[in-house]
């Protein structure tokens, strides 16, 4: 089993900046990729980015593509999503997740993670 466990979210205005933290424990030695996805109210739950966990490679989806940047420190076991320039439709609780599976490509489904934290609320007001 892995445990994640997110921090760093919060009340932003718009233009302005955030740090997701999402520290892992456990077997971390069967993780391959982390990712980060949102959800926000009425909406399914979305991929934003994803890191391969040896190797550092990152893959972000479109709409954050050259505003948020997703890292990785081993020695920590930890994984951050920086937001920049956020906006209100950043507004979402943003899980953690960790895939084990031997994937060519970085997974943006969800179904190919098998671990989830329990997100963070990301609240950004005009």
């Known amino acids: 089993q892995v445990q994640l466990v997110e921090t760093g979210g919060g009340l932003v205005q718009a233009g302005g900046a955030l740090r997701l933290s999402c520290a892992a424990s456990g077997r971390t030695f069967s993780i391959n990729a982390m990712g980060w996805f949102r959800q926000a109210p009425g909406k399914e739950r979305e991929f934003v980015a994803a890191i391969r966990w040896s190797g550092g490679s990152t893959f972000h989806a479109d709409s954050v593509k050259g505003r948020f940047t997703i890292s990785r420190d081993n020695a920590k076991n930890t994984v951050y999503l920086q937001m920049n320039s956020l906006k209100p439709e950043d507004t979402a609780v943003y899980y953690c997740?960790?895939?084990?599976?031997?994937?060519?490509?970085?997974?943006?489904?969800?179904?190919?993670?098998?671990?989830w934290g329990q997100g963070t609320q990301v609240t950004i007001s005009s």
């Open positions: 997740a960790a895939s084990s599976g031997r994937y060519v490509f970085l997974p943006s489904r969800r179904d190919l993670y098998d671990y």
